[in-house]
Protein backbone atom coordinates (compact mmCIF):
# COMPACT_ATOMS: atom_id res chain seq x y z
CA UNK A 1 0.00 0.00 0.00
CA UNK A 2 1.37 3.70 -1.32
CA UNK A 3 -0.14 6.44 0.52
CA UNK A 4 0.75 9.76 -0.56
CA UNK A 5 -0.27 13.06 0.61
CA UNK A 6 -0.82 16.30 -0.97
CA UNK A 7 -1.20 18.89 2.15
CA UNK A 8 -2.37 21.64 0.33
CA UNK A 9 -5.32 19.80 -1.03
CA UNK A 10 -5.62 17.26 1.72
CA UNK A 11 -6.09 14.43 -0.92
CA UNK A 12 -3.73 11.47 -0.51
CA UNK A 13 -3.07 9.03 -4.03
CA UNK A 14 -3.29 5.43 -3.40
CA UNK A 15 -1.73 2.74 -4.79
CA UNK A 16 -1.97 -0.90 -4.23
CA UNK A 17 -0.72 -4.04 -5.83
CA UNK A 18 1.51 -1.56 -8.04
CA UNK A 19 -2.13 -0.09 -9.35
CA UNK A 20 -3.46 3.97 -8.76
CA UNK A 21 -6.72 3.57 -7.42
CA UNK A 22 -7.82 6.76 -5.62
CA UNK A 23 -7.54 10.19 -4.89
CA UNK A 24 -9.06 10.60 -2.28
CA UNK A 25 -10.19 13.93 -0.37
CA UNK A 26 -9.99 14.09 3.07
CA UNK A 27 -12.56 16.30 4.01
CA UNK A 28 -16.61 15.79 4.63
CA UNK A 29 -19.47 17.99 4.73
CA UNK A 30 -21.67 17.24 7.44
CA UNK A 31 -24.71 19.49 6.42
CA UNK A 32 -27.37 20.02 9.07
CA UNK A 33 -31.05 21.43 9.41
CA UNK A 34 -29.72 25.21 9.47
CA UNK A 35 -27.38 24.58 6.47
CA UNK A 36 -24.50 23.33 4.56
CA UNK A 37 -21.05 22.48 6.05
CA UNK A 38 -18.62 24.42 4.20
CA UNK A 39 -15.04 24.04 5.03
CA UNK A 40 -13.08 27.48 5.22
CA UNK A 41 -9.69 26.03 5.85
CA UNK A 42 -7.76 22.58 6.90
CA UNK A 43 -4.61 21.25 7.54
CA UNK A 44 -3.47 17.92 6.92
CA UNK A 45 -0.91 16.43 8.66
CA UNK A 46 0.85 12.79 8.87
CA UNK A 47 1.61 10.59 12.06
CA UNK A 48 3.21 7.77 10.93
CA UNK A 49 0.67 5.90 9.48
CA UNK A 50 -2.08 8.09 10.26
CA UNK A 51 -2.72 10.95 8.89
CA UNK A 52 -4.99 13.78 9.89
CA UNK A 53 -7.24 16.30 8.61
CA UNK A 54 -8.53 19.23 10.62
CA UNK A 55 -11.01 21.58 9.13
CA UNK A 56 -12.62 24.78 10.00
CA UNK A 57 -16.30 24.38 9.74
CA UNK A 58 -19.55 27.00 8.75
CA UNK A 59 -21.52 24.35 10.99
CA UNK A 60 -18.86 22.80 13.70
CA UNK A 61 -17.03 23.98 16.15
CA UNK A 62 -14.66 21.47 14.60
CA UNK A 63 -14.11 18.56 12.39
CA UNK A 64 -11.59 16.57 12.00
CA UNK A 65 -11.29 13.45 10.04
CA UNK A 66 -9.00 10.56 9.78
CA UNK A 67 -7.03 7.94 7.39
CA UNK A 68 -5.17 4.95 8.65
CA UNK A 69 -3.42 2.55 6.87
CA UNK A 70 -2.95 -0.98 7.46
CA UNK A 71 -1.11 -3.22 4.99
CA UNK A 72 -4.35 -4.69 3.44
CA UNK A 73 -6.96 -1.79 4.02
CA UNK A 74 -7.42 2.16 4.68
CA UNK A 75 -9.86 3.67 7.59
CA UNK A 76 -11.32 6.62 7.71
CA UNK A 77 -13.54 8.55 10.30
CA UNK A 78 -14.64 11.59 10.57
CA UNK A 79 -16.10 13.38 14.09
CA UNK A 80 -17.50 16.40 14.55
CA UNK A 81 -17.94 18.46 17.98
CA UNK A 82 -20.44 21.16 18.57
CA UNK A 83 -24.64 21.25 17.90
CA UNK A 84 -26.81 20.60 15.05
CA UNK A 85 -29.31 18.40 14.03
CA UNK A 86 -27.54 16.02 11.05
CA UNK A 87 -29.30 16.28 7.41
CA UNK A 88 -26.65 14.38 4.95
CA UNK A 89 -22.76 13.75 5.74
CA UNK A 90 -21.07 13.71 2.34
CA UNK A 91 -17.67 11.66 2.67
CA UNK A 92 -14.52 11.84 0.99
CA UNK A 93 -15.64 15.11 0.01
CA UNK A 94 -17.47 18.14 0.75
CA UNK A 95 -18.10 22.26 0.35
CA UNK A 96 -15.11 24.14 -0.21
CA UNK A 97 -15.39 28.02 -1.05
CA UNK A 98 -14.66 29.25 -3.26
CA UNK A 99 -14.58 26.05 -5.60
CA UNK A 100 -18.01 24.76 -4.71
CA UNK A 101 -18.29 21.07 -4.07
CA UNK A 102 -15.26 18.98 -4.34
CA UNK A 103 -15.32 15.28 -4.61
CA UNK A 104 -12.57 12.34 -4.46
CA UNK A 105 -10.85 11.61 -7.90
CA UNK A 106 -10.44 7.70 -8.97
CA UNK A 107 -9.39 5.29 -11.68
CA UNK A 108 -12.24 2.91 -10.80
CA UNK A 109 -13.86 0.59 -13.97
CA UNK A 110 -16.48 -0.71 -12.42
CA UNK A 111 -18.65 -0.80 -9.01
CA UNK A 112 -20.88 -3.77 -7.82
CA UNK A 113 -23.80 -2.94 -5.98
CA UNK A 114 -25.41 -5.57 -4.01
CA UNK A 115 -28.13 -3.87 -3.75
CA UNK A 116 -30.35 -5.46 -6.53
CA UNK A 117 -32.30 -2.15 -7.96
CA UNK A 118 -32.07 -3.24 -11.55
CA UNK A 119 -31.84 -6.60 -13.41
CA UNK A 120 -28.88 -5.50 -16.13
CA UNK A 121 -26.99 -3.65 -13.56
CA UNK A 122 -25.41 -5.95 -11.31
CA UNK A 123 -22.23 -4.38 -12.93
CA UNK A 124 -22.17 -0.82 -13.14
CA UNK A 125 -19.62 1.42 -15.12
CA UNK A 126 -17.89 3.43 -12.33
CA UNK A 127 -19.31 6.75 -13.44
CA UNK A 128 -23.27 5.62 -12.52
CA UNK A 129 -24.37 6.55 -9.46
CA UNK A 130 -26.03 3.66 -6.75
CA UNK A 131 -27.71 3.27 -3.71
CA UNK A 132 -27.71 1.12 -0.73
CA UNK A 133 -30.97 1.83 1.59
CA UNK A 134 -34.12 1.25 4.09
CA UNK A 135 -35.91 2.71 1.56
CA UNK A 136 -37.56 2.30 -1.99
CA UNK A 137 -40.77 1.67 -3.44
CA UNK A 138 -41.53 -0.92 -6.20
CA UNK A 139 -44.46 0.96 -7.18
CA UNK A 140 -42.86 4.51 -7.81
CA UNK A 141 -40.45 5.21 -10.71
CA UNK A 142 -36.72 5.66 -9.68
CA UNK A 143 -36.83 4.22 -6.59
CA UNK A 144 -36.92 0.28 -7.19
CA UNK A 145 -34.67 -0.52 -4.66
CA UNK A 146 -36.38 -2.28 -1.81
CA UNK A 147 -35.63 -5.89 -2.86
CA UNK A 148 -32.81 -5.88 0.09
CA UNK A 149 -33.34 -4.08 2.70
CA UNK A 150 -30.80 -3.28 3.67
CA UNK A 151 -28.16 -4.70 1.28
CA UNK A 152 -24.83 -4.76 3.07
CA UNK A 153 -23.22 -1.58 3.43
CA UNK A 154 -20.61 -2.00 1.14
CA UNK A 155 -19.80 -1.84 -2.40
CA UNK A 156 -17.16 -3.86 -4.50
CA UNK A 157 -15.75 -1.48 -6.79
CA UNK A 158 -12.36 -3.15 -9.45
CA UNK A 159 -9.39 -1.77 -11.02
CA UNK A 160 -7.26 -3.49 -13.50
CA UNK A 161 -9.16 -6.81 -12.74
CA UNK A 162 -9.04 -6.34 -9.07
CA UNK A 163 -11.75 -5.60 -6.41
CA UNK A 164 -11.50 -3.79 -3.62
CA UNK A 165 -14.40 -3.25 -0.75
CA UNK A 166 -15.30 0.05 0.19
CA UNK A 167 -17.93 0.23 3.02
CA UNK A 168 -19.02 1.28 6.09
CA UNK A 169 -18.47 0.22 10.14
CA UNK A 170 -20.68 1.26 12.77
CA UNK A 171 -22.84 -0.54 15.39
CA UNK A 172 -26.06 -1.11 14.71
CA UNK A 173 -27.41 1.97 16.80
CA UNK A 174 -25.49 4.46 15.38
CA UNK A 175 -26.33 3.64 12.17
CA UNK A 176 -29.15 6.37 12.38
CA UNK A 177 -29.30 6.98 8.08
CA UNK A 178 -31.54 5.83 5.83
CA UNK A 179 -29.25 5.70 2.91
CA UNK A 180 -26.06 5.50 1.70
CA UNK A 181 -25.29 6.90 -1.77
CA UNK A 182 -22.28 6.15 -4.20
CA UNK A 183 -22.33 9.60 -5.81
CA UNK A 184 -20.88 9.18 -8.73
CA UNK A 185 -18.79 11.98 -11.10
CA UNK A 186 -16.34 11.76 -15.02
CA UNK A 187 -13.28 10.85 -12.92
CA UNK A 188 -14.21 10.77 -9.41
CA UNK A 189 -17.25 9.81 -6.65
CA UNK A 190 -18.38 10.88 -3.06
CA UNK A 191 -19.77 9.29 -0.37
CA UNK A 192 -23.22 10.37 1.23
CA UNK A 193 -25.22 9.31 4.11
CA UNK A 194 -28.88 10.38 4.49
CA UNK A 195 -29.91 11.31 8.20
CA UNK A 196 -32.47 13.32 7.73
CA UNK A 197 -32.36 15.97 10.61
CA UNK A 198 -33.25 13.09 13.18
CA UNK A 199 -29.77 12.51 14.47
CA UNK A 200 -28.98 15.57 17.07
CA UNK A 201 -25.62 16.03 18.13
CA UNK A 202 -24.74 17.85 21.39
CA UNK A 203 -21.20 17.22 22.14
CA UNK A 204 -19.28 15.11 19.59
CA UNK A 205 -20.35 12.17 17.17
CA UNK A 206 -18.21 10.37 14.49
CA UNK A 207 -19.76 8.74 11.23
CA UNK A 208 -19.28 5.45 10.63
CA UNK A 209 -15.74 4.24 9.42
CA UNK A 210 -15.49 3.79 5.85
CA UNK A 211 -12.88 1.04 5.21
CA UNK A 212 -11.26 0.20 1.92
CA UNK A 213 -10.36 -3.50 1.71
CA UNK A 214 -7.89 -4.18 -1.47
CA UNK A 215 -6.94 -7.32 -3.04
CA UNK A 216 -9.54 -9.36 -3.69
CA UNK A 217 -10.35 -11.82 -7.09
CA UNK A 218 -14.12 -10.68 -7.27
CA UNK A 219 -16.81 -8.63 -5.50
CA UNK A 220 -18.28 -11.35 -4.13
CA UNK A 221 -14.81 -12.10 -1.96
CA UNK A 222 -14.99 -8.10 -1.33
CA UNK A 223 -18.28 -8.40 0.30
CA UNK A 224 -17.24 -11.76 2.33
CA UNK A 225 -14.45 -9.43 3.56
CA UNK A 226 -16.32 -6.66 4.46
CA UNK A 227 -18.35 -8.91 6.68
CA UNK A 228 -15.55 -10.73 8.50
CA UNK A 229 -14.42 -7.75 9.74
CA UNK A 230 -17.57 -6.53 11.11
CA UNK A 231 -17.93 -9.36 12.66
CA UNK A 232 -13.96 -9.42 14.04
CA UNK A 233 -14.66 -6.21 15.74
CA UNK A 234 -18.30 -7.26 17.17
CA UNK A 235 -20.12 -4.60 14.69
CA UNK A 236 -22.01 -7.41 13.48
CA UNK A 237 -23.70 -10.65 15.30
CA UNK A 238 -22.29 -14.19 14.11
CA UNK A 239 -24.44 -15.87 11.41
CA UNK A 240 -26.48 -18.30 13.76
CA UNK A 241 -25.98 -21.87 13.33
CA UNK A 242 -29.08 -23.42 14.56
CA UNK A 243 -31.02 -25.12 11.69
CA UNK A 244 -33.80 -26.75 12.14
CA UNK A 245 -34.86 -29.60 9.41
CA UNK A 246 -38.86 -28.19 9.05
CA UNK A 247 -37.17 -24.82 8.31
CA UNK A 248 -35.72 -26.05 5.07
CA UNK A 249 -38.51 -27.74 4.02
CA UNK A 250 -40.05 -26.58 0.20
CA UNK A 251 -41.94 -23.41 0.59
CA UNK A 252 -45.86 -22.84 -1.34
CA UNK A 253 -46.60 -19.40 -1.07
CA UNK A 254 -49.98 -18.62 -2.37
CA UNK A 255 -49.11 -14.98 -3.49
CA UNK A 256 -49.03 -16.48 -6.93
CA UNK A 257 -51.43 -18.27 -7.48
CA UNK A 258 -53.67 -15.68 -5.73
CA UNK A 259 -52.24 -13.15 -8.27
CA UNK A 260 -53.39 -15.78 -11.05
CA UNK A 261 -56.95 -15.47 -9.92
CA UNK A 262 -59.00 -13.08 -11.55
CA UNK A 263 -59.80 -10.56 -8.54
CA UNK A 264 -57.96 -8.17 -6.85
CA UNK A 265 -54.84 -9.86 -5.24
CA UNK A 266 -55.25 -9.05 -1.85
CA UNK A 267 -59.10 -10.04 -1.52
CA UNK A 268 -57.91 -13.91 -2.92
CA UNK A 269 -56.38 -14.47 -0.04
CA UNK A 270 -58.97 -16.88 1.40
CA UNK A 271 -59.47 -20.54 3.30
CA UNK A 272 -61.29 -21.52 0.69
CA UNK A 273 -58.75 -20.99 -1.91
CA UNK A 274 -55.72 -22.03 0.19
CA UNK A 275 -57.45 -25.35 0.09
CA UNK A 276 -57.97 -25.06 -3.70
CA UNK A 277 -54.83 -24.66 -4.09
CA UNK A 278 -52.81 -27.36 -1.94
CA UNK A 279 -55.68 -29.74 -3.28
CA UNK A 280 -54.61 -29.37 -7.16
CA UNK A 281 -51.22 -29.35 -5.87
CA UNK A 282 -51.78 -32.58 -3.92
CA UNK A 283 -53.36 -34.28 -6.69
CA UNK A 284 -49.84 -34.09 -8.82
CA UNK A 285 -47.84 -35.24 -6.04
CA UNK A 286 -46.65 -31.77 -5.70
CA UNK A 287 -46.25 -31.58 -0.92
CA UNK A 288 -45.05 -28.80 0.06
CA UNK A 289 -43.61 -28.39 3.92
CA UNK A 290 -44.18 -24.87 4.67
CA UNK A 291 -47.30 -22.76 3.78
CA UNK A 292 -46.71 -19.45 3.33
CA UNK A 293 -50.49 -17.26 3.76
CA UNK A 294 -49.81 -14.32 1.91
CA UNK A 295 -51.91 -11.00 1.77
CA UNK A 296 -54.20 -9.88 2.88
CA UNK A 297 -55.36 -12.48 5.53
CA UNK A 298 -55.72 -9.84 8.44
CA UNK A 299 -58.34 -7.36 8.48
CA UNK A 300 -56.33 -4.92 9.76
CA UNK A 301 -52.15 -4.87 9.56
CA UNK A 302 -51.25 -3.31 12.65
CA UNK A 303 -53.41 -6.06 14.72
CA UNK A 304 -52.84 -9.12 12.96
CA UNK A 305 -56.60 -10.14 13.43
CA UNK A 306 -58.08 -12.58 11.02
CA UNK A 307 -60.30 -10.81 8.24
CA UNK A 308 -62.75 -13.68 9.53
CA UNK A 309 -65.25 -13.12 6.06
CA UNK A 310 -62.02 -14.77 4.11
CA UNK A 311 -60.84 -16.75 6.80
CA UNK A 312 -63.54 -18.03 9.37
CA UNK A 313 -61.20 -20.22 10.91
CA UNK A 314 -57.38 -19.79 10.68
CA UNK A 315 -56.44 -21.44 13.79
CA UNK A 316 -58.18 -24.35 12.76
CA UNK A 317 -56.91 -24.56 9.18
CA UNK A 318 -53.39 -23.85 10.59
CA UNK A 319 -53.70 -26.94 12.89
CA UNK A 320 -55.02 -28.90 10.04
CA UNK A 321 -51.61 -28.15 7.92
CA UNK A 322 -50.01 -29.50 11.22
CA UNK A 323 -51.93 -32.88 11.09
CA UNK A 324 -50.61 -33.19 7.75
CA UNK A 325 -47.36 -32.67 8.84
CA UNK A 326 -46.86 -29.08 7.44
CA UNK A 327 -45.75 -25.68 9.12
CA UNK A 328 -47.60 -22.54 8.30
CA UNK A 329 -46.02 -18.94 7.86
CA UNK A 330 -48.06 -15.91 8.22
CA UNK A 331 -47.40 -12.88 5.80
CA UNK A 332 -46.36 -9.44 8.17
CA UNK A 333 -46.36 -6.46 6.69
CA UNK A 334 -44.04 -3.94 8.75
CA UNK A 335 -44.29 -0.88 9.29
CA UNK A 336 -47.75 -1.05 8.59
CA UNK A 337 -50.13 1.38 11.17
CA UNK A 338 -53.45 -0.07 9.75
CA UNK A 339 -55.44 -0.47 12.77
CA UNK A 340 -53.15 1.18 15.36
CA UNK A 341 -53.70 4.58 17.25
CA UNK A 342 -52.48 7.44 16.00
CA UNK A 343 -50.06 7.56 19.19
CA UNK A 344 -48.45 4.73 18.27
CA UNK A 345 -47.29 5.84 15.32
CA UNK A 346 -44.46 7.66 12.99
CA UNK A 347 -46.58 11.27 12.22
CA UNK A 348 -46.48 13.70 9.85
CA UNK A 349 -46.57 16.85 11.32
CA UNK A 350 -50.68 17.30 11.76
CA UNK A 351 -50.58 13.95 13.11
CA UNK A 352 -51.63 11.83 10.16
CA UNK A 353 -50.40 8.09 10.88
CA UNK A 354 -47.32 6.91 8.54
CA UNK A 355 -45.40 3.82 9.98
CA UNK A 356 -45.70 1.90 13.08
CA UNK A 357 -43.12 3.64 15.92
CA UNK A 358 -41.30 0.49 17.87
CA UNK A 359 -39.92 3.35 19.80
CA UNK A 360 -43.61 4.46 21.19
CA UNK A 361 -44.75 2.49 23.83
CA UNK A 362 -47.81 1.81 22.39
CA UNK A 363 -46.63 1.30 18.93
CA UNK A 364 -44.14 -1.44 20.50
CA UNK A 365 -47.04 -3.01 22.76
CA UNK A 366 -49.01 -3.25 18.87
CA UNK A 367 -45.93 -5.47 17.57
CA UNK A 368 -46.21 -7.51 20.41
CA UNK A 369 -49.51 -8.68 20.46
CA UNK A 370 -49.34 -9.21 16.94
CA UNK A 371 -46.22 -11.10 16.91
CA UNK A 372 -47.80 -12.91 20.40
CA UNK A 373 -51.11 -13.07 18.80
CA UNK A 374 -49.93 -15.13 15.39
CA UNK A 375 -47.72 -17.86 17.13
CA UNK A 376 -49.50 -18.08 19.68
CA UNK A 377 -52.94 -17.38 19.55
CA UNK A 378 -53.24 -19.04 15.86
CA UNK A 379 -50.57 -21.33 16.36
CA UNK A 380 -48.49 -19.58 13.35
CA UNK A 381 -45.16 -21.50 12.71
CA UNK A 382 -43.53 -18.45 12.27
CA UNK A 383 -43.37 -15.14 9.95
CA UNK A 384 -42.45 -13.91 6.38
CA UNK A 385 -41.51 -10.71 6.80
CA UNK A 386 -42.24 -8.47 4.05
CA UNK A 387 -42.63 -4.45 3.09
CA UNK A 388 -39.12 -3.71 5.24
CA UNK A 389 -38.41 -0.71 2.89
CA UNK A 390 -41.32 1.42 4.03
CA UNK A 391 -38.97 1.97 6.52
CA UNK A 392 -40.26 6.01 7.27
CA UNK A 393 -38.55 8.60 5.83
CA UNK A 394 -38.50 12.46 5.71
CA UNK A 395 -37.04 14.95 7.37
CA UNK A 396 -41.06 16.52 8.30
CA UNK A 397 -41.89 13.25 10.30
CA UNK A 398 -42.51 13.19 14.18
CA UNK A 399 -41.33 10.06 16.28
CA UNK A 400 -40.51 8.92 20.02
CA UNK A 401 -37.24 7.82 20.51
CA UNK A 402 -33.54 8.70 18.86
CA UNK A 403 -33.22 5.76 16.24
CA UNK A 404 -33.85 6.67 12.46
CA UNK A 405 -33.33 4.81 9.66
CA UNK A 406 -31.56 1.13 9.81
CA UNK A 407 -31.42 1.69 13.53
CA UNK A 408 -34.90 1.67 13.81
CA UNK A 409 -35.70 -0.77 11.14
CA UNK A 410 -33.57 -3.15 13.11
CA UNK A 411 -35.00 -2.16 16.06
CA UNK A 412 -38.50 -2.98 14.86
CA UNK A 413 -37.22 -6.43 13.65
CA UNK A 414 -35.05 -7.36 16.84
CA UNK A 415 -38.63 -6.66 18.68
CA UNK A 416 -40.33 -8.75 16.15
CA UNK A 417 -37.58 -11.76 16.50
CA UNK A 418 -37.41 -11.56 20.06
CA UNK A 419 -40.91 -12.34 20.72
CA UNK A 420 -41.62 -14.67 18.27
CA UNK A 421 -39.10 -16.46 19.55
CA UNK A 422 -40.12 -16.38 23.47
CA UNK A 423 -43.74 -17.51 21.78
CA UNK A 424 -42.44 -20.15 19.89
CA UNK A 425 -38.87 -21.00 20.08
CA UNK A 426 -38.32 -22.83 16.69
CA UNK A 427 -40.03 -19.80 15.07
CA UNK A 428 -38.81 -19.67 11.29
CA UNK A 429 -38.39 -15.51 10.73
CA UNK A 430 -37.59 -14.97 7.00
CA UNK A 431 -36.94 -11.19 6.03
CA UNK A 432 -34.95 -9.81 3.09
CA UNK A 433 -32.58 -8.12 5.14
CA UNK A 434 -28.73 -9.67 4.16
CA UNK A 435 -26.85 -7.06 6.00
CA UNK A 436 -24.29 -8.37 8.33
CA UNK A 437 -25.45 -6.64 11.20
CA UNK A 438 -29.30 -8.02 10.80
CA UNK A 439 -28.08 -11.74 11.18
CA UNK A 440 -29.18 -11.55 14.66
CA UNK A 441 -33.00 -10.93 13.26
CA UNK A 442 -33.28 -13.42 11.06
CA UNK A 443 -33.32 -16.91 10.17
CA UNK A 444 -33.37 -17.13 6.77
CA UNK A 445 -33.17 -14.07 3.48
CA UNK A 446 -35.36 -14.39 1.10
CA UNK A 447 -33.82 -13.45 -2.76
CA UNK A 448 -37.61 -11.22 -3.09
CA UNK A 449 -39.62 -10.57 -5.83
CA UNK A 450 -38.60 -11.60 -9.44
CA UNK A 451 -39.56 -7.95 -10.74
CA UNK A 452 -37.44 -7.14 -13.83
CA UNK A 453 -39.21 -3.88 -14.53
CA UNK A 454 -42.39 -5.55 -15.43
CA UNK A 455 -44.26 -2.33 -17.70
CA UNK A 456 -40.79 -1.33 -19.05
CA UNK A 457 -38.92 -4.54 -19.63
CA UNK A 458 -41.31 -7.46 -18.57
CA UNK A 459 -38.47 -9.98 -20.28
CA UNK A 460 -35.40 -10.27 -17.97
CA UNK A 461 -32.52 -12.66 -17.12
CA UNK A 462 -34.28 -14.34 -14.49
CA UNK A 463 -31.58 -17.34 -13.72
CA UNK A 464 -28.63 -15.09 -13.93
CA UNK A 465 -29.93 -12.21 -11.75
CA UNK A 466 -31.40 -14.36 -9.43
CA UNK A 467 -27.68 -16.28 -8.88
CA UNK A 468 -26.28 -12.33 -8.50
CA UNK A 469 -28.66 -11.89 -5.56
CA UNK A 470 -27.82 -15.77 -3.76
CA UNK A 471 -24.12 -14.58 -4.63
CA UNK A 472 -24.80 -11.81 -2.21
CA UNK A 473 -26.58 -13.26 0.59
CA UNK A 474 -23.87 -16.13 0.65
CA UNK A 475 -20.99 -13.74 1.41
CA UNK A 476 -22.16 -11.21 3.64
CA UNK A 477 -24.00 -14.19 5.66
CA UNK A 478 -21.81 -17.26 4.88
CA UNK A 479 -24.43 -19.91 6.05
CA UNK A 480 -27.50 -18.44 6.35
CA UNK A 481 -30.67 -20.26 4.55
CA UNK A 482 -32.16 -18.69 1.49
CA UNK A 483 -35.41 -18.61 1.02
CA UNK A 484 -35.29 -18.82 -3.25
CA UNK A 485 -38.42 -16.97 -3.58
CA UNK A 486 -40.31 -17.50 -7.07
CA UNK A 487 -42.99 -14.54 -7.92
CA UNK A 488 -42.94 -12.88 -9.85
CA UNK A 489 -42.00 -14.77 -13.49
CA UNK A 490 -42.61 -13.06 -16.90
CA UNK A 491 -43.73 -16.42 -18.46
CA UNK A 492 -43.99 -20.49 -18.19
CA UNK A 493 -40.23 -20.82 -19.84
CA UNK A 494 -38.22 -18.62 -17.22
CA UNK A 495 -40.64 -20.27 -14.80
CA UNK A 496 -39.08 -23.64 -15.78
CA UNK A 497 -36.12 -22.63 -15.64
CA UNK A 498 -35.58 -20.62 -12.51
CA UNK A 499 -37.27 -23.90 -11.19
CA UNK A 500 -34.72 -25.94 -12.44
CA UNK A 501 -32.13 -24.60 -9.91
CA UNK A 502 -33.48 -23.03 -7.28
CA UNK A 503 -31.94 -25.60 -5.07
CA UNK A 504 -29.27 -24.90 -5.94
CA UNK A 505 -29.53 -21.38 -4.51
CA UNK A 506 -31.62 -22.26 -1.38
CA UNK A 507 -34.64 -23.47 -0.21
CA UNK A 508 -36.94 -24.36 -3.70
CA UNK A 509 -40.23 -22.53 -3.32
CA UNK A 510 -43.24 -22.77 -5.21
CA UNK A 511 -45.91 -19.55 -6.10
CA UNK A 512 -48.12 -20.58 -8.86
CA UNK A 513 -50.26 -23.88 -8.98
CA UNK A 514 -52.44 -24.02 -12.46
CA UNK A 515 -50.85 -20.64 -14.15
CA UNK A 516 -47.81 -18.18 -14.49
CA UNK A 517 -49.96 -14.93 -14.04
CA UNK A 518 -48.48 -12.50 -15.99
CA UNK A 519 -48.44 -14.73 -18.92
CA UNK A 520 -51.64 -16.27 -18.40
CA UNK A 521 -50.15 -19.85 -19.63
CA UNK A 522 -50.99 -22.69 -18.04
CA UNK A 523 -48.86 -25.05 -16.06
CA UNK A 524 -49.40 -28.57 -17.62
CA UNK A 525 -49.12 -31.49 -15.44
CA UNK A 526 -45.74 -32.22 -16.66
CA UNK A 527 -44.96 -29.20 -15.49
CA UNK A 528 -46.05 -29.87 -11.74
CA UNK A 529 -44.36 -33.74 -12.01
CA UNK A 530 -40.87 -31.19 -12.37
CA UNK A 531 -41.48 -29.31 -8.93
CA UNK A 532 -42.70 -32.85 -7.35
CA UNK A 533 -39.12 -34.40 -9.29
CA UNK A 534 -36.99 -31.44 -8.11
CA UNK A 535 -38.20 -31.38 -4.57
CA UNK A 536 -37.88 -35.59 -4.11
CA UNK A 537 -33.90 -34.70 -5.18
CA UNK A 538 -33.90 -31.45 -2.66
CA UNK A 539 -35.68 -33.91 0.12
CA UNK A 540 -33.19 -36.64 -0.58
CA UNK A 541 -30.34 -34.57 -0.34
CA UNK A 542 -31.59 -32.69 2.69
CA UNK A 543 -31.93 -36.39 4.70
CA UNK A 544 -28.07 -37.40 3.24
CA UNK A 545 -25.49 -37.88 6.61
CA UNK A 546 -22.94 -35.26 6.39
CA UNK A 547 -19.11 -35.88 6.60
CA UNK A 548 -16.51 -33.91 8.13
CA UNK A 549 -12.85 -34.02 6.82
Known sequence: MKVTLNEKRAVVTIEHGGVRWFQLRLLSSVDTLRGPDETLAVTATEHGDRIVTRATSTRWDERVTVLETHPDRLEITTTVRGRGDMLTAHLLGGHRPPAGFLPSGSALDTVFSPNPDHPRRVLRPAVEPAVIAVTGDGAEPGVGRWLFCPAPWCYAVSRADRWTAMGLAAPIDEQTFTSFHYAAGTDGFTLRLDYEGHTRVDGEFTLPTLVFQFGHDTPQDAIRAHGDYLRDRALAPPVPTERHRHWLEPIFCGWGAQSARPGVTQDESTQVNYDRFLAHLARHDVVPGTVVVDDKWAAHYATCRADERKWPDLRGWIAKQHAENRRVLLWWKAWDPDGAPPEACVTLPDGTPVALDPEH?????????????????????????????????????????????????????????????????????????????????????????????????????????????????????????????????????????????????????????????????????????????????????????????
Open 361 to 549: PLGEQAVVDAVTHMLGDLDADGLKVDFLAKTPSGTALRHAGRRWGSALLHHLLKLVYDTAKSVKPDALIVTHTPNPAYADVTDMIRLNDIRMLDAIDPAGPVVPHMRYRASVVTAALPGMPVDSDGWCLPDRAEWRAYLDIQAELGVPALYYTDRIDLSGEELTGEDLAQVARLWGTYRHTLDEPTTSS
